[in-house]
């Protein structure tokens, strides 16, 4: 064949080959090192780490995103840094919890300008917390190398997640670590705590970061440290912390599918009654009957006719009742979101944390008696009390949460020395057809993956049902229908390691690695701050 042909299509080639000329390449550079522009790629990343955690659980967004921030973060100087950090973590936010427009305006009915306020101030402040990290870890960390993106970064990332966790009341949603209940990192639940694996993806973000950023040796290091979480996460997944502690006993969970805008209007209450004493009927006999939050939509103190008649119904079918309700108290000055379980004796559980501006209202007086000439809600619920003893109910010993609370992981750790079992009654109605009932059954299979034992999750509209010891969806009831799923769990007895330390091991560990850092600063030295990423490269 003559070469002629491939000679000169060669040359052709060679003739219409795109050239990158150095003005067009100084013109890409100084695109990317628009503070705006790497602002923009900030909040973006933020947005698209929303869509790591249910129901698009698009879980490897949990390490790369968090990666492109850290790489934002190389070569920036200390105020663009704390920028990008504010705008990934606004992105997050606004893109995570956007659903509080519907709670706070749509059926809380709160004036539109204090719904805005409210969602913006929490967005703010969750991203101060980044920017104050983008700070730090630009001025305080070696500007590059192992330390700085395998330890330090991962270390003080992983105290501010913890931190806003509690601080203030708290507010621990969107936790990286929610992001994996699926996958093999969930295997670390049971040892060390959702922030044990939020602590594990931030390391492997920290090894992408360096296989970009980093010399041959540090790569290689890089790469074995991004593998390896992996694998011990496949290897864990067989062993079992707890162990049966007793026969399976059958639960029924009654999902009433109550509009919110109809729950509490005066005229409506005993037709909800007749709603749930319907569905309970057919499943009286099953050993234990799991009704939501506030099923019934009254105080317990005017209810006591209605509750008396169902515990003589459920007591002669050798049934059992846990259902939540509000209570006063008898002098009628507190008022409590309480659960009650109805067995052969009577006890309750007490809501402990609660939500801020929801059931609490942390405003001065003046305040207060603004909401109430304007018609707003301005009451406060009661605490109920930490260490509060499981409900026993059909052989079970229940550790109770009612709705959010279950988002505190740490709080429920004293339970478990008695409980076999976990129970959640809730109502996620508030947030409508949003996201965030699937980001609340999350953080409950995450419950469920730390303590090593059954949840039963009692929803009003949504998402109800069985949650595993692995975190594993047992049984699903369909959302916004009247549904009574009908299924069973087991009692289970054993403490995993979680379960005696708590988030302590984590934190600690995170500590030492964060101090260490800082002690290694002056070895890497530090490298001028141009502003510019590939500074860094």
């Known amino acids: 064949m003559s070469q002629r042909p491939v000679a000169a299509v060669s040359g052709s080639i060679r003739e219409n080959r795109v050239s990158v000329t150095p003005d067009q390449s100084r013109t890409a550079l100084a695109f990317l090192s628009s503070v705006r522009v790497r602002g923009a790629l900030a909040f973006g990343a933020g947005c698209l780490l929303a869509c790591s955690f249910a129901p698009l659980n698009w879980w490897p967004l949990a390490v790369l995103c968090p990666a492109l921030l850290m790489w934002l973060w190389q070569g920036a100087t200390r105020r663009a840094a704390a920028w990008f950090g504010f705008w990934f973590n606004a992105g997050t936010f606004a893109a995570g919890t956007y659903w509080l427009y519907i709670s706070i305006h749509v059926l809380g009915q709160a004036p539109l300008w204090i719904a805005m306020f409210l969602m913006l101030a929490l967005v703010a402040i969750m991203g101060l917390y980044h920017a104050a990290l983008g700070y730090f870890v630009t001025r305080w960390l070696p500007a590059s190398g192992a330390v700085r993106w395998l330890l330090g970064v991962p270390a003080a990332w992983l105290l501010i997640e913890w931190w806003r966790g509690w601080f203030l009341s708290g507010f621990s949603w969107l936790s990286l670590g929610y992001s994996q209940t699926d996958t093999w990192l969930?295997?670390?639940?049971?040892?060390?705590?959702?922030?044990?694996?939020?602590?594990?993806?931030?390391?492997?973000?920290?090894?992408?970061?360096?296989?970009?950023?980093?010399?041959?040796?540090?790569?290689?290091?890089?790469?074995?440290?991004?593998?390896?979480?992996?694998?011990?996460?496949?290897?864990?997944?067989?062993?079992?912390?707890?162990?049966?502690?007793?026969?399976?006993?059958?639960?029924?969970?009654?999902?009433?599918?109550?509009?919110?805008?109809?729950?509490?209007?005066?005229?409506?209450?005993?037709?909800?009654?007749?709603?749930?004493?319907?569905?309970?009927?057919?499943?009286?006999?099953?050993?234990?009957?799991?009704?939501?939050?506030?099923?019934?939509?009254?105080?317990?103190?005017?209810?006591?006719?209605?509750?008396?008649?169902?515990?003589?119904?459920?007591?002669?079918?050798?049934?059992?009742?846990v259902f939540g309700v509000l209570r006063a108290s008898d002098e009628g000055e507190h008022y409590f979101n309480s659960v009650l379980a109805l067995d052969t004796k009577v006890s309750w559980y007490d809501k402990d944390h609660l939500v801020p501006f929801a059931e609490f209202f942390p405003v001065p007086a003046f305040v207060r008696s603004w909401m109430k000439l304007m018609s707003l809600p301005y009451s406060d619920f009661t605490r109920g009390g930490e260490n509060q003893p499981p409900l026993s109910a059909a052989g079970l010993e229940l550790g109770a949460t009612v709705c959010y609370e279950d988002a505190y992981g740490s709080s429920m750790l004293d339970v478990l020395h008695k409980a076999t079992a976990l129970v959640n009654v809730t109502n996620d109605a508030w947030f409508g057809h949003s996201t965030a009932r699937h980001q609340h059954f999350q953080i409950a299979r995450m419950r469920a993956l730390e303590a090593g034992r059954f949840l039963i999750r009692a929803a009003n509209d949504g998402i109800s049902g069985i949650i595993g010891p692995h975190g594993e969806v047992i049984a699903r009831a369909p959302e916004f229908q009247p549904y009574v799923l009908v299924s069973s769990v087991t009692p289970r007895s054993g403490l995993p390691p979680y379960a005696r330390v708590g988030n302590w091991l984590v934190v600690i560990l995170a500590t030492v690695a964060l101090a260490y850092g800082l002690w290694m600063r002056k070895s890497y030295g530090r490298q001028p701050r141009t502003g510019t990423p590939s500074a860094a490269l």
């Open 186 to 321: 969930a295997s670390f639940a049971p040892i060390a705590g959702v922030y044990g694996i939020s602590a594990l993806l931030l390391i492997c973000a920290g090894a992408v970061t360096a296989l970009i950023c980093g010399t041959k040796r540090v790569r290689s290091v890089a790469a074995c440290v991004f593998v390896i979480p992996w694998i011990a996460g496949l290897a864990l997944r067989s062993v079992e912390w707890t162990h049966p502690s007793g026969p399976p006993v059958s639960v029924a969970v009654v999902q009433g599918a109550i509009s919110q805008d109809q729950k509490w209007l005066d005229g409506n209450r005993d037709t909800i009654l007749k709603v749930y004493h319907d569905l309970t009927q057919p499943v009286l006999g099953k050993q234990l009957i799991v009704w939501p939050e506030s099923a019934a939509p009254d105080l317990a103190n005017n209810l006591l006719p209605f509750i008396s008649d169902l515990y003589h119904a459920a007591r002669s079918h050798n049934s059992a009742m």
